[in-house]
């Protein structure tokens, strides 16, 4: 279960609503005890995507490290990365399951139109052939 | 010797450590002994043909070793070394 705190929600909602139409992306900070994460702390990071951000995201490897680093000085851990999916749902496409790390929680935030609209959170496999959902708790859920 | 700093969820295979101090003289050797010292590890990080997955990236302090010399990168105390996986993805199918 994944339980994301009001401050981080609205700075990814906030994120996700003026990226649009692009997609968004980001880190979440936070802490984990047992299968319960908790997020505390959000980190918009850039798409680097060379190819059209409406349908695609990519993160810059640096920027992850600087988002883990950021974590381990707040005695933090780094438990997931956050994108938009502007005018569709919030699935696990098979692009985001083919660049997908099984090391962390995937929350996809459906936006339609400009204005948020559903969120799941996802984990896939390390041979990204199947992505799992997760329970997502966020504060209007 | 280096230090690898171990990432939130592969912890629980390296007996919990957040960071790991590991001699060798390249990142190979490095990582080589860090698998060695904790074999469950290994199946994270490699495939099958004994390759780094496709989405794990290692950084030597701030440099990504592929644009460096890859495994014969030397290492030098106290160099970091950060597990750091590639993430994209897409609505688009």
């Known amino acids: 279960m994944i339980r994301i705190e009001r401050g981080p929600w609205r700075e990814m909602v906030n994120h996700a609503q003026a990226i649009y139409p692009n997609e968004c992306c980001g880190a979440m900070i936070g802490t984990i005890d047992g299968d319960h994460k908790t997020v505390s702390h959000a980190i918009a990071l850039d798409n680097v995507s060379a190819g059209s951000q409406a349908a695609r995201y990519e993160l810059r490897p640096k920027d992850l490290l600087r988002a883990e680093r950021e974590a381990r000085e707040r005695k933090l851990d780094l438990i997931g990365i956050y994108h938009s999916h502007p005018d569709c749902g919030a699935y696990f496409s098979e692009t985001d399951l083919k660049n997908s790390c099984p090391w962390y929680s995937f929350v996809v935030l459906s936006v339609e139109k400009g204005r948020f609209d559903h969120a799941n959170s996802w984990l896939p496999n390390a041979e990204q052939t199947h992505a799992e959902k997760e329970e997502l708790i966020w504060p209007e859920s | ?93």
């Open chain 2, 1 to 93: 010797m280096a230090r690898i700093m171990i990432p939130t969820p592969l912890r629980q295979f390296a007996d919990k450590h957040d960071t790991v101090e590991m001699p060798g003289a390249t990142v190979g050797e490095v990582l080589t002994g860090l698998t060695a010292r904790f074999p469950d590890l290994k199946k994270h990080l490699y495939n099958d043909e004994g390759k780094l997955r496709s989405f794990v990236n290692v950084y030597l302090n701030d440099e990504d070793i592929r644009y460096m010399k890859k495994d014969a990168t030397p290492v030098n105390d106290p160099d970091t070394l950060s597990i750091v996986p590639s993430i994209a993805g897409g609505r688009r199918v």
